[in-house]
């Protein structure tokens, strides 16, 4: 496995040109440079250095001849400190995966991926723990990113906080055969994928029906506020007939003693136009 520099740089070898060397010094000429950019670029991949041109067929073979994609490493580590590692494939993918470690960011939760040539490195961290792995590009992220987390359940579950204070591969020699197990079955068994799509698929209707639940209860203070409004207005109406009650009596005494004023009134005036016409004890009509 053969990974190439992305770009040719300013006074790098690649890219020249020399016809006029064998075919064992051209290769001696490529490894040398190749040699070079990696220690100018830390991310330049260089599995296997190609030592003879029928290495470098055999390794292009076996690569054209594995189709499928899958997860070739994986590591946990505290900060820098490795803690376990598995490797499927040969090369220094370990050395660029340390060199992603001492360049992460120090926060509690990172969730990301970084592209090299052919290949992605996927970074989960929380709780002071790296989950790293190594996959081909055409793998995506889904899948390596469930290998992650599956991992990070289990290396939690065995250790616990434990690994917040162990020396360097302290759980190598138990937890690569884990590595290894899982990195085969998110490699090669289809089922992986289809737990993370029902999973995905559980986490949405988890989801909605939240929701609904926070619709339903938004619904019931809407129900409840209405149900205030409804005893305040029937307070409001008990009120209104209680005073109109008041008042319609208050009416009709008032009317009640202004008919009797009006009655008295018109008996007196009477009397009086009598009295004035016939004396007062009216004997003189």
């Not at 292009?60 to 590591?75: E, H, K, M, V």
Request: with cysteine; net charge positive; glycine share 6%.
């Amino acid at each position: 496995m053969m990974a190439k520099l992305a770009e040719t740089r300013p006074g790098s070898r690649e890219g020249l040109s020399f016809s006029f060397l064998s075919s064992q010094e051209k290769e001696s000429f490529r490894f040398l440079a190749a040699q070079e950019n990696k220690n100018r670029f830390p991310y330049f991949f260089h599995f296997l250095p190609p030592s003879s041109t029928k290495q470098t067929k055999g390794m292009a073979a076996a690569s054209s001849g594995s189709s499928r994609d899958q997860i070739l490493y994986a590591l946990v580590s505290r900060g820098t400190i490795v803690l376990a590692e598995c490797s499927a494939t040969q090369g220094n993918a370990n050395t660029i995966a340390r060199r992603i470690l001492e360049r992460l960011p120090a926060s509690d939760s990172v969730r990301q991926s970084y592209t090299q040539d052919r290949h992605l490195f996927h970074i989960l961290t929380e709780e002071g723990l790296t989950f790293l792995c190594m996959s081909d590009e055409g793998m995506g992220r889904r899948v390596p990113f469930a290998f992650l987390e599956e991992i990070r359940s289990r290396f939690t579950q065995a250790y616990g906080s434990a690994a917040l204070t162990a020396l360097a591969y302290a759980y190598n020699t138990e937890f690569s055969r884990i590595l290894h197990q899982q990195m085969e079955y998110f490699s090669f068994n289809p089922n992986a994928d289809v737990i993370n799509r029902v999973r995905g698929e559980v986490n949405d209707v988890k989801n909605i029906m939240m929701e609904n639940i926070e619709k339903v209860l938004d619904r019931g203070e809407k129900i409840e506020l209405l149900i205030d409004k409804t005893d305040q207005l029937q307070g409001d109406a008990f009120a209104f007939r209680r005073n109109t009650r008041k008042l319609k009596r208050e009416m009709w005494w008032r009317n009640f003693r202004l008919a009797c004023g009006i009655g008295i009134g018109v008996i007196l005036l009477v009397y009086f136009i009598s009295a004035m016409a016939c004396g007062m004890k009216l004997n003189k009509c």
